[in-house]
């Protein structure tokens, strides 16, 4: 079953400070994996998005990892800011004919001045 | 701003109102989805439309009726709903429904069905 896992559920950091935010996934064929952050009350932004030759990529202090063998994933977040402060969401494309989109439940993250 | 905009942003229904959510992209977008997001549960495809004509329905109940008169709206027409449809209603926009194409997303629109 294509299933994308996402930890922690929640984080608070202090500003300043780095986290790092987890997802795993059973996704087959995989095409894809694109984080997203989320405010409050708004619609998902991309952050970035991966494919399978691509172990990181950098949106200004937001750097994904991905290692395709052992289906994980991370997002780095350096120097974190109050503006952070979002829902973080793992999404996974899954390839060939399905074209679907496997979305996790997301990690919420809270930064305090 | 992402270059789709939803009205209303909130919108409070009872169970034997008709209304309808209403999407718009300015991005020149072939492709545009509905989604559900609900508390506690992963963001939940509806509708998919590719140049106007729908590709994808993803066992959606029929009181949920979508529609999409060209490439650059899209409605989401409500009838007779239940609580348990409460949510945000998200509205998305990519170039093409291929899997390598960006989704962007509108602000949503926060549904309570009373």
């Known amino acids: 079953k294509n299933q994308v896992e996402q930890s922690p559920q929640s984080l608070i950091i202090l500003e300043g400070k780095n986290c790092t935010l987890q997802?795993?996934?059973?996704?087959?064929?995989?095409?894809?994996l694109r984080w997203y952050k989320q405010d409050t009350g708004r619609g998902p932004v991309s952050l970035t998005i991966m494919t399978f030759s691509e172990n990181t990529k950098s949106n200004g202090r937001y750097t994904a990892t991905l290692d395709a063998d052992t289906k994980q994933s991370s997002l780095h977040i350096t120097a974190s800011q109050l503006s952070d402060s979002a829902s973080y969401i793992c999404v996974v494309s899954a390839g060939g004919n399905n074209r679907k989109l496997i979305w996790g439940l997301g990690t919420s993250l809270a930064v305090n001045p | 701003e992402t270059g789709v905009t939803q009205t209303p942003r909130h919108l409070v229904m009872g169970m034997t109102n008709k209304k309808s959510l209403k999407c718009e992209q300015h991005l020149g977008h072939n492709a545009m989805y509905w989604y559900k997001q609900s508390a506690k549960k992963p963001l939940e495809l509806m509708f998919v439309?590719?140049?106007?004509?729908?590709?994808e329905n993803n066992s959606v109940p029929s009181r949920f009726s979508p529609e999409c008169p060209n490439s650059s709206h899209l409605f989401l027409h409500l009838h007779t709903l239940q609580p348990e449809d409460s949510a945000l209603y998200l509205c998305?926009?990519?170039?093409?429904?291929?899997?390598?194409?960006?989704?962007?997303f509108g602000p949503g629109t926060r549904l309570t069905v009373t």
């Open positions: 997802c795993n996934y059973t996704v087959s064929p995989f095409s894809n």
């Open positions: 439309y590719s140049l106007e004509e729908r590709v």
């Open positions: 998305a926009s990519s170039q093409a429904i291929a899997d390598a194409y960006e989704q962007y």
